[in-house]
């Protein structure tokens, strides 16, 4: 006899490494429907977002179309539309057309958005690098710069060519890399009328040390490949202030430019504030070993959204691997739970981390006892991990290509400058100082 019980109705809110991990794991299963919501119509690879920023990659190579990554999944229905709000009593949350979705559960994996941390001007000013879109506005500020410097040298002393990264984690010193190979083997050989040897890349960082949470020795490995590629560090500096034509340095200095990059810190997305959810560090939701709300026991929260306890209760980093691992646990427990079994607490599988530092150069730390690589196989690893992150098999392929052209050519393939979104830059009479 065909079994009457209504499907359970998952809402999930965030189509990244949380949510369609989640989401991916309940198709499979009978006796549920999803509805997965996101303000976008694909899922980013926000870890090869500084390809794009430098014109490694297309926007294709790093978003997928949720709706073709879920197609023939009958029981997931995908829905556009921002989240402004979730009631965790009703497990309903409303939409900002005005739609509400109720659920029997509610899995929030809304991910997470810059972390300007009060600086004057930095929100104005800066160029975070969370989005798909914002790593398309900086690629058309770094080839802006580039044109408009070659009609006016003049504007090479306005700090044109100077690129100021605050922050020396992965995402900070994977672009400062980037950026450098960019400049100095790409753009000296297009832009044979302009000074390109003035171009500066300047990666700012607080604390001592770049890739904070790697060994000394890669600290001091990704230190000595960016100052070859010809990157200028300032350790032990914070910035102080952004403004239109400069920052400021905590040492007081101001150095003259048109792109200051934040990669600085991150904080939960704003739907987090507006959730009626207890939240901790970086605003991110306070969740229970087993990825529940406390006093919640219906309601998810995950990946960068939430602060997801480790085997030793601290919050574990905001990684994809983590994000991903906890959308398939949180599926697990869901469907274990209308199984009438206990939820268990997450337990993640640690495999490593690893950081590109351009063209040769990479860290690698394997595994839970972090086996350490660098030079050339960590290079060589780190593109097949990241392609076979890739969620589609086309942009595993077409990314292979775009590395290997570029690898060989020298050249960018997706330099391709969209005046409309680049906002012309206004180059109004700068005050040096110091
Ligand atoms: C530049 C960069 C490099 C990185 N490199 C690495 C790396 O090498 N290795 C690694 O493991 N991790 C890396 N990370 C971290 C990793 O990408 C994140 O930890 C991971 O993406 C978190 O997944 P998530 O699903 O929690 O959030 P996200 O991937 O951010 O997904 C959140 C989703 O929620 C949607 N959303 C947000 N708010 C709303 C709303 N109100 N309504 C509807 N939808 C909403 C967003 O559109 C998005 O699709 C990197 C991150 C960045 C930014």
């Known amino acids: 006899m065909a079994d009457k019980t209504p499907a359970a109705h998952i809402v999930i809110v965030g189509g990244g490494f949380a949510g369609l991990g989640c989401a991916r794991t309940l198709a499979k299963a009978r006796g549920v429907r999803v509805t997965l919501i996101d303000r976008h119509n694909y899922?980013?690879?926000?870890?090869?977002?500084?390809?794009?920023?430098?014109?490694?990659?297309?926007?294709?190579?790093?978003?997928?179309?949720?709706?073709?990554?879920?197609?023939?999944?009958?029981n997931v229905d995908v829905k556009m539309t921002e989240v402004t709000a979730a009631d965790p009593k009703t497990l309903t949350v409303t939409t900002r057309d005005g739609a509400s979705y109720q659920g029997d559960y509610l899995v929030l994996a809304a991910g997470s958005q810059a972390n300007f941390f009060?600086?004057?001007?930095?929100?104005?000013?800066?160029?975070?690098?969370?989005?798909?879109?914002?790593?398309?506005?900086?690629r058309s500020r770094v080839l802006a710069v580039f044109e408009d410097a070659d009609r006016d040298p003049s504007?090479?002393?306005?700090?044109?060519?100077?690129?100021v990264i605050v922050g020396g984690g992965a995402t900070g010193t994977e672009l400062a890399g980037a950026?450098?190979?960019?400049?100095?083997?790409?753009?000296?050989?297009?832009?044979?009328?302009?000074?390109?040897?003035?171009a500066q890349v300047i990666l700012v960082e607080h604390g001592a040390a770049l890739l904070a949470p790697f060994s000394p020795r890669a600290h001091?490995?990704?230190?000595?490949?960016?100052?070859?590629?010809?990157?200028?560090?300032?350790?032990?500096?914070?910035?102080t202030e952004v403004a239109a034509d400069h920052v400021k340095l905590s040492d007081g200095t101001s150095i003259p430019?048109?792109?200051?990059?934040?990669?600085?810190?991150?904080?939960?997305?704003?739907?987090?504030?507006?959730?009626?959810?207890?939240?901790?560090?970086?605003?991110?939701?306070?969740?229970?070993?087993?990825?529940?709300?406390?006093?919640?026991?219906?309601?998810?929260?995950?990946?960068?959204f939430a602060n997801v306890p480790g085997a030793d209760g601290a919050a574990l980093p905001q990684l994809?691997?983590?994000?991903?691992?906890?959308?398939?646990?949180?599926?697990?427990?869901?469907?274990?739970?209308?199984?009438?079994?206990?939820?268990?607490?997450?337990?993640?599988h640690d495999k490593g981390?690893?950081?590109?530092?351009?063209?040769?150069?990479?860290?690698?730390?394997?595994?839970?006892?972090?086996?350490?690589?660098?030079?050339?196989?960590?290079?060589?690893?780190?593109?097949?991990?990241?392609?076979?992150?890739?969620?589609?098999?086309?942009?595993?392929?077409e990314a292979f290509v775009a590395w290997a052209w570029d690898y060989f050519s020298r050249t960018r393939q997706v330099q391709v400058l969209d005046r409309s979104n680049a906002n012309r830059i206004d180059w109004g009479e700068h005050e040096e100082g110091t």
């Open 155 to 163: 504007l090479l002393d306005k700090g044109a060519l100077n690129f």
């Open 43 to 74: 899922h980013q690879f926000q870890p090869l977002l500084y390809q794009v920023a430098s014109a490694e990659l297309g926007t294709g190579d790093v978003a997928t179309s949720l709706r073709q990554t879920l197609r023939g999944q009958a």
């Open 179 to 198: 950026l450098a190979d960019m400049i100095n083997l790409t753009m000296t050989r297009e832009y044979t009328d302009l000074a390109v040897t003035r």
């Open 118 to 138: 009060n600086t004057p001007g930095a929100e104005q000013h800066a160029f975070p690098l969370y989005s798909l879109e914002e790593a398309q506005r900086l």
């Open 220 to 239: 001091d490995y990704a230190a000595r490949a960016l100052q070859r590629k010809g990157v200028r560090l300032r350790l032990g500096q914070a910035v």
């Open 257 to 304: 430019t048109r792109t200051v990059v934040w990669a600085a810190g991150l904080m939960a997305a704003a739907l987090a504030g507006n959730a009626g959810l207890p939240r901790g560090r970086g605003g991110r939701i306070e969740v229970q070993p087993d990825l529940t709300v406390e006093g919640f026991p219906r309601v998810y929260a995950l990946g960068d």
């Open 353 to 397: 981390i690893m950081a590109m530092i351009g063209r040769d150069a990479a860290v690698a730390e394997i595994g839970r006892k972090r086996h350490e690589l660098d030079g050339p196989i960590a290079f060589a690893a780190w593109i097949g991990v990241h392609a076979m992150l890739m969620t589609g098999v086309r942009e595993r392929i």
């Open 320 to 348: 994809g691997s983590v994000a991903q691992q906890c959308g398939v646990w949180t599926a697990k427990n869901i469907l274990a739970e209308i199984a009438g079994k206990p939820r268990t607490a997450f337990h993640y």
